[in-house]
C-alpha cells in the first residue's frame, strides 16, 4: 500500500472557479502534513502546512480529516498562476522523511 | 530570503563514472536531505543528515551513495559508479527546526549518466 495517494488528474479549470484536492495516506500515526506545489521541472515549493483544526492562507484552505486518514487542499478564485502539481506530503511518526504523493495536475484555462 | 542552494545545476556523466552533488542548505538549519525525482516520477526520499550523521535513509541509498558535511556550509551526495538508472533531479532540502517542520528545496541537480 503507498504512503500517500493522490488523485493525479489532470485538473483543467477555468479561471475563477474553486477546485479540490484530496489525498490520503496509510499510516494512522503521521505527525505532520503539507501541501508542495512544483512546477514543471523544478524544485518542490511550500504552499501550506496542514493543521489539525483546518487552516486558511488566502485563497487556499487545507483541512486535515485524522479519521479517514485523509488530507484536502481547497484553491478558490483559480488564476493562471495556480496551473501547476501540487503535491501531497507527510511525515510519518517515526523517522524524518517526507513521504510525497505522486502529485495533481492543475490547469489553469483563461 | 534564506534559500538552498545546489550545484551543478546540470551534470552529464558517462556510466561508471563518480559524481558529487553539493548543496548549501540555509545557514540556520540543522536537518538536511537528499531526494531524487525520476522525469515524470514522484519525488523520492534518499536520506537524512543531523548532527554530522546519518538519521535514515531509504532502500534506494544503498551503497553506491555517500553523503558529507565537509564544512560548516556545504552538504555533498556523492554517486558512485553512477548507472544509467541513476539519471534524476536530485534535490537537496534542509529544515530549521526538526523532523515534523516545513523542509525548503534546492532548485535541484539534474544528472544525465550516458
Known amino acids: 500500500r503507498k504512503e500517500v495517494e493522490q488523485d493525479p488528474g489532470p485538473f483543467n479549470v477555468p479561471e475563477g472557479a474553486t477546485v479540490a484536492f484530496n489525498c490520503t495516506y496509510s499510516?494512522?500515526?503521521?505527525?505532520?502534513f503539507f501541501w508542495y506545489r512544483q512546477d514543471c521541472r523544478k524544485e518542490p515549493k511550500l504552499l501550506m502546512s496542514v493543521y489539525s483544526s483546518g487552516n486558511e492562507d488566502g485563497r487556499f484552505t487545507a483541512q486535515l480529516n485524522r479519521a479517514s486518514q485523509y488530507i484536502s487542499l481547497l484553491i478558490r478564485d483559480s488564476k493562471l498562476s495556480d496551473s501547476a502539481t501540487y503535491l501531497c506530503v507527510v511525515n510519518p511518526l517515526t523517522g524524518n522523511q517526507f513521504y510525497f504523493g505522486t502529485g495533481t495536475s492543475l490547469t489553469v484555462i483563461p | 530570503e534564506p534559500e538552498v542552494t545546489q550545484t551543478p545545476s546540470h551534470q552529464v556523466t558517462q556510466m561508471g563514472q563518480e559524481v558529487i552533488l553539493r548543496c548549501v542548505p540555509i545557514?540556520?538549519?540543522?536537518?538536511f536531505y537528499w531526494y531524487r525525482q525520476i522525469l515524470g516520477q514522484k519525488v523520492e526520499f534518499l536520506v537524512s543528515f543531523y548532527n554530522n550523521e546519518i538519521s535514515e535513509k531509504s532502500e534506494i541509498f544503498d551503497d553506491q551513495f555517500s553523503v558529507e558535511r565537509p564544512d560548516g556550509s556545504n552538504f555533498t551526495l556523492k554517486i558512485r559508479s553512477t548507472k544509467l538508472e541513476d539519471s534524476a533531479m536530485y534535490f537537496c532540502?534542509?529544515?530549521?527546526?526538526?523532523?515534523?517542520?516545513?523542509?525548503?528545496f534546492g532548485p535541484g541537480t539534474r544528472l544525465t549518466v550516458t
Open positions: 499510516n494512522s500515526a503521521s505527525q505532520s
Open positions: 532540502a534542509s529544515s530549521g527546526q526538526g523532523r515534523f517542520y516545513e523542509q525548503y
Open positions: 545557514s540556520n538549519h540543522l536537518y
